[in-house]
């Protein structure tokens, strides 16, 4: 495990060199090859002036640079004390007009919900940073490309799912991911703190913007306002002659009203907001690609490394506590539950939860532990990198059968009461944290310099996969599955009142129930169906999936408060 330079100097080899932002410096970054000049557009520095001098000397520390990147930056970016790079280039014209684009689309699409709508809007937001990106001299990378598909992805979680807490989560980590493929970056910080990078362009990038547009118009205001003008008067003539048409042809009619949503005089004001945050996210976006902010150039100070004794002792006494732990465990898997039930006095549910908690924040403190260990336990020898290999690789080891442990209660304690939200998010967390703990065991072997990125990625993976397997349908299905195997014993358990709180997601396997069952379960899901009218764009699969099962097979009239409750209690307490 010595190879893991998550927070010393032993890593400084793979940190950005001054001046190349977040470099692959091209070989030979020092010569007069006419591929290192920087674009008029990025650098406007006189001869001789103290920038230029700059320039040049960072032109000769960059030379023989190879490190992968996620961009190339302009190889002679000046090294500032500063993480921010010099001013961008002016806004390119294609810039302001896919910046335009994502404005009206946020006008005309995000008053209504989250669904198809967002990729729609992500479209024109990410042209307008790519031109950014390219006006500044930059081009992206593999692991650029990684995190921007990465992002659109996770926007069509809200497109098939109607869950709101699996959309959310979806969309976090798709801003997450957006603002890395912006700022790039290899190490620890740069993805830590790239996903808050773009907050800073949001003053910055309306500025830059308007910059951009008075030179485009000629740099006075009179330009400015005929621009104003003309898009204002193509507006009017849009509204004008599209209503006419309307209301000559039905079928014109129709086809506009589930195209174009609601532009009411009553929303006017919600739309002009949703406009100017659509302006206003663009340009903060482009602003962060044509000069983002250079976490790579964070350096976390190194720890003091440690005598054998003073970090291996303790380390190799958790380990031997991990040990009996897990023979303890390996005892009970083989041996049954039921003597140690009857020894500690608990029921098997108690059991299952006890354990479950405990040993997720066991798996949480190991990570701590291997952090401050490779912290401070030398590597200057031979001999101390075998060691630390063997202590953390054991520790490693170990900490993944308490993983498996924790499922495995996890997994008792839903055979005793059912799957939840809760329920399942926790066991996602701690398989991911499994995962985590192989990949610091392969940085052991093959080198941690992919760490950080691949660590970023898996979570982003995580979030995908767990919203595309739908948590509530998954929550749903488990639960009828249980309530199947359990009537067979003649004594059905179900909680009714927990599955009529679950998203049209959970429709699909909620419809497999038997009357009256399956209609008092979806009477409030069939409400909520009835009450909304989203169009197109902000309407999920699985909503549009459960109106027409729904459509089908109506939830049943007779299935009414009192008849549901009943039937509630007694399968709760059977």
Same mark, same amino acid.
């Given at each position: 495990?010595? %190879?893991?330079?998550s927070?010393?100097?032993?890593?400084?080899q793979?940190?950005a060199?001054p001046?190349?932002?977040?470099p692959?410096?091209?070989e030979g970054?020092?010569s007069? %090859?006419?591929?290192d000049?920087?674009?008029?557009?990025?650098?406007r520095s006189a001869?001789?002036?103290p920038?230029?001098v700059?320039?040049? =000397?960072?032109r000769g520390?960059?030379a023989?640079?190879d490190?992968?990147t996620d !961009?190339?930056?302009?190889?002679d970016?000046? !090294?500032l004390?500063?993480l921010?790079?010099e001013?961008?280039?002016?806004?390119r014209?294609?810039?302001?007009w896919?910046v335009?684009?994502?404005?009206?689309l946020?006008?005309?699409l995000?008053?209504?919900?989250l *669904?198809?709508?967002?990729?729609?809007?992500?479209i024109?937001?990410?042209?307008?940073?790519?031109?950014?990106?390219?006006? =500044?001299?930059r081009r992206p990378?593999a692991?650029a #490309?990684v995190?921007?598909?990465?992002?659109m992805?996770?926007?069509?979680?809200p497109a098939?799912?109607d869950?709101g807490w699996p959309?959310f989560?979806?969309?976090?980590a798709a801003?997450?991911l957006?603002?890395?493929?912006?700022?790039?970056g290899?190490t620890?910080?740069a993805?830590?703190?790239g996903?808050?990078?773009?907050? /800073?362009?949001?003053v910055?990038g309306?500025?830059?913007g308007?910059?951009?547009?008075?030179?485009r118009s000629?740099g006075t205001r009179? /330009?400015?306002g005929?621009?104003?003008?003309?898009l204002?008067v193509?507006?009017?003539?849009?509204?004008v002659?599209g209503?006419l048409f309307?209301s000559?042809?039905a079928a014109?009619a129709d086809l506009?009203?589930?195209?174009?949503p $609601?532009t009411?005089v009553?929303?006017?004001p919600?739309?002009?907001l949703?406009?100017?945050?659509?302006l206003?996210?663009?340009? *903060?976006?482009?602003?962060?690609a044509?000069?983002p902010i250079?976490w790579d150039?964070?350096?976390?100070?190194?720890?003091?490394?440690?005598g054998?004794?003073? !970090?291996?002792l303790p380390l190799?006494?958790l380990?031997g506590?991990?040990?009996?732990?897990?023979?303890v465990?390996?005892?009970?898997?083989f041996g049954?539950? $039921?003597?140690?039930l009857?020894?500690t006095?608990?029921?098997?549910?108690? +059991?299952a939860?006890?354990?479950?908690?405990q040993?997720l924040l066991?798996t949480?403190?190991?990570l701590?532990?291997i952090?401050f260990a490779?912290?401070?336990a030398?590597?200057?020898?031979?001999?101390?990198r075998k060691l630390?290999r063997?202590v953390l690789g054991t520790?490693? =080891?170990?900490?993944?059968v308490?993983?498996?442990?924790?499922v495995r209660?996890?997994?008792m304690?839903?055979d005793a009461?059912?799957?939840t939200?809760?329920r399942v998010s926790v066991?996602?967390?701690e398989?991911w944290l499994?995962?985590?703990i192989?990949?610091?065991?392969?940085?052991?072997?093959?080198?941690?310099?992919w760490l950080?990125?691949?660590?970023a990625?898996?979570?982003?993976?995580g979030?995908?996969?767990?919203?595309?397997?739908?948590p509530?349908g998954?929550?749903a299905?488990r /639960?009828?599955q249980? +309530?199947?195997?359990t009537s067979?014993?003649?004594?059905?358990k179900?909680d009714?009142?927990?599955?009529?709180?679950l998203?049209?997601?959970a429709?699909? =396997?909620? $419809?497999?129930?038997e009357?009256p069952?399956r209609?008092c379960a979806?009477?409030?899901i069939a409400?909520?169906?009835?009450?909304g009218d989203a169009p197109w764009? *902000?309407t999920?699969?699985?909503?549009?999936?459960?109106?027409?099962?729904l459509r089908?097979?109506?939830?049943a009239?007779?299935a009414?408060g009192?008849?549901?409750?009943e #039937?509630s209690d $007694?399968?709760?307490y059977?």
């Amino acid at each position: 495990m010595s %190879d893991i330079p998550s927070t010393s100097k032993q890593g400084e080899q793979e940190t950005a060199r001054p001046g190349e932002g977040e470099p692959d410096a091209p070989e030979g970054a020092g010569s007069s %090859d006419p591929q290192d000049a920087v674009p008029e557009s990025v650098s406007r520095s006189a001869p001789g002036s103290p920038r230029a001098v700059a320039k040049s =000397a960072v032109r000769g520390d960059a030379a023989g640079d190879d490190e992968d990147t996620d !961009w190339d930056h302009p190889s002679d970016v000046p !090294w500032l004390p500063e993480l921010q790079v010099e001013a961008p280039a002016p806004v390119r014209t294609a810039t302001l007009w896919a910046v335009l684009a994502t404005g009206l689309l946020s006008m005309l699409l995000l008053g209504d919900g989250l *669904a198809l709508n967002l990729v729609l809007i992500a479209i024109p937001a990410s042209l307008a940073a790519y031109f950014a990106a390219v006006a =500044a001299g930059r081009r992206p990378h593999a692991w650029a #490309l990684v995190w921007g598909l990465g992002g659109m992805a996770l926007l069509f979680v809200p497109a098939l799912r109607d869950a709101g807490w699996p959309s959310f989560l979806a969309v976090v980590a798709a801003v997450a991911l957006g603002s890395m493929a912006l700022h790039g970056g290899r190490t620890w910080p740069a993805v830590l703190l790239g996903p808050i990078g773009v907050l /800073n362009s949001l003053v910055t990038g309306p500025t830059w913007g308007w910059r951009g547009l008075r030179e485009r118009s000629g740099g006075t205001r009179g /330009n400015v306002g005929a621009v104003l003008r003309a898009l204002a008067v193509t507006v009017v003539l849009l509204l004008v002659f599209g209503a006419l048409f309307a209301s000559a042809d039905a079928a014109f009619a129709d086809l506009l009203g589930d195209l174009v949503p $609601d532009t009411s005089v009553s929303g006017g004001p919600w739309r002009l907001l949703l406009l100017l945050l659509g302006l206003v996210g663009a340009l *903060a976006v482009s602003h962060t690609a044509a000069a983002p902010i250079q976490w790579d150039r964070v350096e976390v100070p190194a720890g003091r490394p440690r005598g054998r004794v003073e !970090w291996a002792l303790p380390l190799i006494v958790l380990i031997g506590l991990f040990a009996a732990f897990n023979a303890v465990q390996l005892a009970v898997l083989f041996g049954g539950y $039921d003597a140690v039930l009857e020894k500690t006095g608990q029921t098997y549910a108690d +059991y299952a939860r006890q354990g479950f908690w405990q040993l997720l924040l066991v798996t949480l403190l190991t990570l701590l532990v291997i952090v401050f260990a490779l912290r401070w336990a030398p590597r200057d020898s031979g001999g101390d990198r075998k060691l630390v290999r063997g202590v953390l690789g054991t520790l490693c =080891a170990l900490a993944l059968v308490v993983v498996a442990s924790a499922v495995r209660r996890m997994d008792m304690y839903v055979d005793a009461y059912g799957l939840t939200r809760l329920r399942v998010s926790v066991v996602a967390v701690e398989l991911w944290l499994g995962l985590v703990i192989v990949l610091i065991m392969a940085a052991g072997v093959w080198g941690a310099r992919w760490l950080p990125r691949v660590v970023a990625a898996s979570a982003a993976a995580g979030v995908l996969a767990f919203g595309l397997v739908s948590p509530d349908g998954l929550i749903a299905e488990r /639960n009828v599955q249980r +309530y199947e195997d359990t009537s067979k014993e003649g004594a059905g358990k179900f909680d009714l009142s927990y599955a009529q709180g679950l998203s049209a997601d959970a429709v699909l =396997a909620l $419809d497999a129930l038997e009357e009256p069952l399956r209609s008092c379960a979806l009477r409030f899901i069939a409400a909520d169906l009835e009450g909304g009218d989203a169009p197109w764009y *902000a309407t999920s699969w699985g909503e549009a999936r459960a109106r027409d099962i729904l459509r089908d097979r109506p939830v049943a009239k007779d299935a009414d408060g009192s008849t549901c409750y009943e #039937l509630s209690d $007694d399968l709760m307490y059977r």
